[in-house]
């Protein structure tokens, strides 16, 4: 089974607000995670990566938190946008020599005017 | 140039048919990757090359066949598919292959069998 999963399938965000994804993962040997952002009828797009050495990565509007105590991965978007509709996935990577990611099930981001 | 790009967009075949899915990136990448995605679900790794190399078959029936001319295309070869196998097929490539490696998909091709 997948080793990467997500508290919720949906959320539903006010525009302007921040929005929180949640994502927790169970190989504690996992040292490379990364989001992705799909839009219907598109190709997941990346969003942020986070390598297991870190805590915490910023880009432009989004941070990553990683708690590898309790095997928790976040993606925060700061003044949630229309655009940022999506279907957001986490992915991990436990495999030093490949390139071999798996995703978990997906959040829904739905954003409310 | 950082596009991964996919054709066709959509492809609608009978169940003996023969058809190919192509990818191609111009980004330097030396690992190519194929993936399919059902509805609702997260994208699933079919096959990973690595400097041309099959380097993962992530047990993919043979009616799925992969190819890799050269570094910058992938192909994959269908024949004989089931309706089940309709779904969206994502290429993706990235720099190396290695585990630190981010990827960058495509489009996709949606697939329909009928």
């Known amino acids: 089974g997948e080793s990467v999963g997500l508290h919720l399938p949906t959320l539903s965000v006010q525009e302007g607000d921040n929005s929180i994804i949640n994502c927790a993962y169970s190989n504690s040997a996992s040292d490379y995670f990364i989001w992705y952002k799909q839009e219907s009828g598109k190709g997941p797009q990346f969003i942020i990566d986070i390598r297991s050495n870190m805590d915490k990565r910023q880009g432009q509007r989004v941070t990553v938190l990683l708690n590898k105590t309790v095997k928790h991965l976040s993606l925060q978007i700061a003044a949630t946008q229309p655009g940022d509709s999506a279907v957001y996935f986490c992915?991990?990577?436990?495999?030093?020599?490949?390139?071999?990611?798996?995703f978990g099930s997906g959040t829904r981001l739905s954003i409310r005017p | 140039d950082t596009e991964v790009t996919q054709t066709p967009k959509h492809l609608v075949m009978g169940m003996t048919n023969k058809k190919s899915l192509k990818c191609e990136q111009h980004?330097?990448?030396?690992?190519m990757y194929w993936y399919k995605q059902k509805a609702k679900k997260p994208p699933e790794l079919m096959f990973v090359?690595?400097?041309?190399?099959?380097?993962i078959n992530e047990s993919v029936p043979s009616r799925f066949s992969p190819e890799c001319p050269n570094s910058s295309l992938l192909n994959l070869h269908l024949h004989a598919l089931q309706p089940e196998d309709s779904a969206l097929y994502l290429c993706a490539s990235s720099l190396t292959g290695d585990g630190s490696d981010t990827q960058y998909f495509g489009p996709g091709t949606r697939l329909t069998v009928l």
């Open positions: 090359y690595s400097y041309e190399k099959l380097s």
């Open positions: 992915a991990e990577n436990m495999w030093s020599s490949a390139s071999k990611i798996i």
């Open positions: 980004m330097g990448h030396r690992a």
